[in-house]
């Protein structure tokens, strides 16, 4: 019951916020491998993107990824989410009766490994499938999906089962990183709020609160692997699926941070914490939310 009460969790999160997706994936895309100025800037901020795409490619455009996006939530927020539970219930990231900072951050760590590695081929095709745009607004490498079965079938027939998992090698630090801070701070933030006695023990918003807390630990931490995970997903690749701009995650981080500087990890990342702020408040409110109906009820 916990894998399925996180997946919906996080499925609820993404219909708000797949928009956020679409746009932040786009300006993460924007000037790859290009110094500043250099490049076409389609996307100058996050309120500009959302106005271009929706002029040009429809406001259908704004909600593109959508399907795989929301299985990609699924599966791996709740194998991420779902791990987390038992093992938080199961009393193993507490000291004396507290929360330990460090146990919780190796618990978020391992299960967002597991999470990672699931939801890969869904990341996979959600990426090729948001960035996919009219020719007078493209950023980076466009591949020509015609909806997630296609790219699924398009991606096994030509690379092999393996295929599906490439870019896995960005998957794994990116959601390891985000999944530990994510969840070490919303555990640590809730028990904070409990003591201060801002709001009552067992009030919605001590897990509201403590989301938002989260959230700005997670964009801080999360938005380099993001590029890179995006930029990897998103490369094009040669006959036998070897990519053609990285050789992997290592490489990417470093051509990316020789090429465009320290900001180039950090680009988009006011997209970043629009759509990645909001999904963590959202699914953390509604997987804890769900939680304590289940416990009461069941």
């Not at 219909?15 to 956020?20: A, K």
């Not at 607004?137 to 020509?144: E, L």
């Not at 699926?241 to 990417?252: H, I, M, T, W």
């Amino acid at each position: 019951m916990d894998f399925l009460l996180s997946g919906v969790a996080a499925c609820g999160a993404c219909l708000v916020t797949n928009p956020l997706e679409v746009v932040k994936t786009r300006m993460q895309l924007q000037g790859e491998l290009k110094s500043r100025g250099t490049y076409q800037v389609y996307y100058r901020n996050v309120f500009h993107a959302f106005y271009t795409i929706g002029k040009v490619d429809g406001l259908a455009g704004l909600q593109k990824g959508l399907v795989p996006g929301l299985m990609y939530q699924f599966f791996m927020n709740g194998v991420r989410l779902g791990s987390y539970a038992i093992i938080e219930s199961s009393g193993y990231i507490h000291t004396d009766g507290r929360v330990s900072g460090v146990k919780t951050v190796f618990a978020g760590a391992a299960s967002g490994v597991m999470g990672a590695v699931i939801g890969s081929p869904l990341y996979l095709i959600k990426t090729h499938l948001q960035s996919q745009s009219t020719s007078s607004i493209a950023v980076g490498h466009q591949y020509k999906h015609q909806g997630m079965i296609h790219a699924m079938a398009a991606i096994y027939k030509e690379y092999g089962l393996m295929g599906l998992w490439r870019g896995s090698s960005a998957a794994v630090p990116r959601v390891c990183v985000g999944s530990g801070a994510q969840l070490s701070t919303f555990s640590s933030a809730k028990e904070l709020v409990v003591d201060l006695q801002v709001f009552p023990k067992d009030s919605w918003f001590v897990a509201l609160s403590a989301g938002m807390i989260s959230s700005v630990v997670v964009v801080l931490a999360m938005t380099p692997f993001d590029v890179v995970g995006t930029r990897l997903y998103n490369q094009p690749v040669d006959h036998q699926g070897k990519g053609l701009l990285y050789k992997g995650f290592v490489d990417c981080f470093s051509k990316t941070l020789t090429r465009e500087g320290l900001m180039g990890l950090y680009k988009g990342l006011e997209a970043s914490y629009f759509r990645i702020g909001p999904h963590t408040i959202l699914s953390l409110f509604l997987w804890e939310e769900l939680r304590k109906f289940h416990q009461q009820y069941r």
